[in-house]
């Protein structure tokens, strides 16, 4: 290095003053490309990044009952969770629930109690009633008098863990999970264990979806990829074509596809197919073939993609060496296209774990996903609790699946078309 | 791929078994959009074949009904405001990630693209809960919380599309432009701006389809009097199903049509300046 300065004519003054420029101007040239990404890199922060740890934050976050029942909070830090709670408790119970039902927020008590307590609500609404009339104590007889629910010990466990202000309850009951009465974890009735059954079918249907797409877009993509420019350019319309035409519209043409007495079951009653319509919409056939349909270019895009790279001598190697045509392909031309098989199929199955739209307009009651469940939780229900803990489940898988796909592919090689 | 005239009887099998299942799939692709457009004319308020007559009556709904009319030009509004955001602020970000090499880049990059990949759902609820608290939704002159929403789903796409024709520049040309005496804002627009504009725009078209066809984010932050046509098309289709849907598909697939063929034309224009250079 020295001698290089010295040819240069340069001491090592200089020389270390020359480096401190050049940093300089790199550092300058990074800061002013951070300063262009800044601008959009804020905004996705902003309104993208910050609103989903809002819904993360809701998954676990509830001062319904701190907020509504400060009194009874407070007197139940100190209860031990082994016998019912005192008289001082008691007496705070009343005293708030007197004052919910004064303020009129007694019904939010209620909504929150009966997630965990279902049938509660009219029994506190009851109970809120009628400890505004007691004026002196003992309130523990008195309560349970009123009720025979607060003369029971899962009640005041529920009411201890729902006092605090973040709660595992909503994330717990996604999952299928409760806590009893001594904050063990135990799984919930079978008559109310729902959650798992959405997200296995969630992944039932991305599963089958991914693979329907794959097995009607591989040969396609073969297809496209060793035909001529020209023919391939054409037919490649007839798959860009539905990729651009908007998702509603094509759930649209489905439903009018596979209505009653829509194209398709007319068409099998004039073949003498059938004598009764097949019951196409609504049902998990009509989901899988729609959302099939929309996938199936981003499962075939990056196939023809990769296929369109590989030399076909490689083929032609195998058999000038006795191998036969299927033997070919097999050993040598179908393990060349697995990068983009597996790039195709896990964008289609991330894609489709997150169907909305599609389910919730040709499939049934009982094709509903995940995100179907989330919907109805925020819209009908108005429990922003469970919407934000399911919606953070289907966060948590698509995240991890968007990790892989990063790895493996990298989402800014993925193809618009 | 010309048949071998050495095939064995089971490659051509093959190769006409291959064909054949080929059509089946281009004629599953296409049979939607195909059996869906005839029925917009048709004369009667059923969707079955064979139709009874023909008829626009339709399409004179969907023209002189104000619902659909203010649905569409509600759509059009938010979907060009989210164009012109998106696409300026995806190509800036472009223009410094093309520049930028450093730990953490691939990071940021994920987070920038991370609105393709989250489902849908999830951002609406997380932007309703955000929104409702910034009180952005009450604002009543202009659906401000939907087009913020749909500028982040978009920029991803103004960011792959122009990042994609980044990937080709040459960068020497700007340091060329800069020592001649522009200054960098003419540098952006007499040298960097023509030769990145397909990418601009094939991005900014993307940007305006992701707003113009998106239906969940504007179901849960458009208050019910801001309709965009996809919200109107989808409660059309919830409540109570009428042909006026058809014709609006129609008309949205005439637009993805115009799309398709601007991008093939970019294509086409960008080969061509490649064949040139090369």
């Not at chain 2, 060009?80 to 602020?89: E, P, S």
């Not at chain 2, 109107?232 to 109570?240: A, K, S, T």
């Amino acid at each position: 290095m020295t001698a290089i300065a010295e040819n240069f004519g340069l001491d090592i003054a200089e020389r270390d003053a020359l480096k401190r420029r050049l940093r300089a101007v790199e550092r300058g040239r990074r800061l002013r490309a951070l300063a262009l990404v800044l601008p959009l890199f804020l905004f996705i922060l902003v309104s993208f990044v910050i609103p989903i740890g809002e819904l993360l934050r809701n998954a676990v976050f509830d001062p319904s009952i701190r907020a509504n029942m400060p009194q009874t909070v407070t007197a139940l830090a100190a209860w031990d969770g082994k016998d019912l709670p005192d008289e001082a408790a008691f007496a705070a119970l009343a005293a708030d629930l007197a004052a919910a039902n004064k303020a009129k927020t007694i019904a939010l008590i209620g909504k929150r109690l009966n997630y965990e307590l279902s049938g509660i609500r009219s029994k506190i609404l009851v109970s809120g009633r009628k400890a505004a009339q007691l004026t002196q104590g003992p309130y523990k007889e008195a309560m349970i008098g009123i009720d025979k629910i607060w003369g029971e010990r899962e009640t005041w466990a529920v009411l201890k863990r729902a006092g605090a202000t973040y709660t595992s309850f909503y994330v717990l009951d996604a999952l299928d999970l409760g806590l009893d009465a001594d904050g063990a974890l135990t799984p919930t009735p079978a008559e109310r264990a729902i959650y798992v059954t959405v997200f296995m079918r969630t992944l039932n249907i991305s599963l089958t979806v991914t693979v329907a797409t794959l097995l009607l877009g591989f040969p396609l993509a073969y297809l496209l990829a060793t035909l001529p420019t020209r023919t391939s350019n054409l037919l490649m319309i007839l798959v860009l074509l539905p990729f651009w035409t908007s998702l509603l519209v094509r759930t649209t043409a489905w439903f009018v596809l596979l209505q009653d007495n829509g194209t398709i079951n007319d068409m099998l009653q004039a073949l003498h197919l059938t004598s009764e319509p097949l019951p196409l919409i609504f049902s998990r056939f009509g989901t899988v073939v729609a959302m099939t349909h929309i996938q199936l270019p981003f499962t075939l895009l990056p196939i023809y993609s990769v296929m369109k790279t590989i030399s076909p001598s490689y083929v032609r190697a195998g058999r000038s060496l006795g191998a036969g045509p299927f033997y070919a392909f097999w050993r040598i031309y179908f393990p060349l296209t697995v990068p983009g098989i597996a790039a195709g199929c896990l964008l289609t199955f991330i894609l489709s774990l997150g169907y909305y739209i599609t389910p919730a307009l040709v499939g049934g009651p009982t094709d509903q996903m995940v995100s179907g469940i989330i919907e109805r939780a925020m819209n009908s229900e108005n429990n922003w609790g469970k919407a934000s803990a399911l919606g953070g489940i289907l966060l948590f898988a698509t995240l991890i699946l968007y990790f892989i796909y990063n790895r493996l592919v990298g989402i800014d090689k993925i193809r618009l078309g | 791929m010309a048949m071998s005239p050495y095939a064995t009887p089971m490659e051509r099998a093959w190769h006409v078994g291959l064909r054949l299942i080929c059509a089946a799939v281009l004629l599953f692709l296409i049979a939607p959009i195909i059996v869906i457009m005839p029925l917009s004319f048709n004369s009667e308020s059923y969707f079955t074949y064979p139709m009874p007559g023909l008829s626009l009556q339709w399409y004179k709904e969907f023209f002189t009904n104000p619902r659909w009319i203010d649905s569409v030009v509600m759509s059009i509004e938010v979907a060009v405001a989210v164009t012109i955001i998106a696409t300026t602020l995806g190509i800036l970000a472009s223009l410094g990630l093309s520049r930028l090499a450093m730990r953490g880049k691939a990071a940021i990059i994920a987070l920038l693209l991370m609105p393709m990949i989250v489902p849908v759902i999830i951002s609406a609820v997380g932007m309703y809960f955000f929104y409702v608290s910034l009180g952005i939704l009450s604002i009543t002159w202009a659906p401000v919380g939907l087009i913020l929403a749909h500028t982040c789903l978009a920029a991803p796409f103004v960011v792959i599309s122009v990042t994609a024709t980044l990937s080709g520049f040459d960068h020497s040309l700007m340091r060329a432009g800069a020592s001649l005496g522009a200054p960098p804002m003419t540098v952006f627009f007499k040298v960097v701006m023509p030769l990145i504009l397909p990418g601009v725009i094939s991005g900014a078209l993307f940007a305006f389809v992701t707003s113009f066809d998106e239906v969940v984010v504007a179901v849960f932050l458009a208050s019910p009097e801001q309709r965009t046509l996809p919200k109107q098309m989808f409660n059309g289709i919830r409540e109570n199903i009428n042909p006026t849907i058809t014709a609006a598909a129609t008309l949205l697939i005439l637009v993805s049509v115009a799309l398709l063929t601007s991008l093939e034309l970019l294509r086409r224009r960008q080969e061509r300046l490649r064949g040139i250079r090369a």
